[in-house]
């Protein structure tokens, strides 16, 4: 049984992949194993209710509503967390079918400790924890009616003042 997709479209997510012309079942079946990993992720992360919400929302190539932005959110979301799991993944699978073990992972920067790689992984974990974000519930937070009250200060109380050591603009 193949394993499918929680919210993009699993023809989509291997083309975004620049994959889709792979025969490679052992490349297929970690792209499917990582898939299955990030489906049970959001289950964690967002809780199995709020996730079935966002996948019955429907999907839009232009979303403009609230509802269509969210499942466009969730759709990027997993497209980068299954990206990320692939690129720690794939490069190690790389390297053991196409060269001798020995050496070859400290011969190679991307399977290392490449800084470039590490900025990369950094910037879809910072993609992802933004997107799991605009997914959560929202929250209401109303406590009551807005109320408002004035301090009625005689004159206008300026932030550079509060700041010792900071000089005030204009001044000395």
Request: aromatic share 6%; glycine share 4%.
């Amino acid at each position: 049984m193949a394993i499918d997709t929680l919210y993009i479209d699993k023809d989509l997510l291997i083309q975004r992949l620049r994959m889709s012309d792979t025969t490679d079942t052992d490349t297929l079946t970690l792209i499917d194993q990582s898939i299955a990993k990030v489906r049970t992720e959001f289950y964690r992360r967002l809780g199995l209710t709020r996730s079935l919400e966002i996948e019955a929302l429907p999907s839009v190539e232009n979303p403009v509503t609230e509802d269509q932005l969210v499942r466009s959110v969730a759709e990027t979301t997993e497209f980068y967390w299954v990206m990320r799991k692939l690129v720690c993944i794939l490069p190690q699978m790389f390297l053991e079918t196409s060269h001798a073990i020995q050496n070859a992972f400290d011969d190679v920067p991307i399977t290392r400790d490449s800084p470039s790689l590490q900025k990369y992984l950094q910037c879809l974990d910072n993609d992802i924890e933004i997107g799991l974000g605009q997914m959560e519930s929202p929250q209401d937070n109303c406590a009551g009616s807005p109320r408002s009250f004035s301090a009625k200060r005689e004159t206008p109380f300026i932030i550079t003042n509060a700041h010792p050591g900071r000089p005030i603009f204009g001044g000395c």
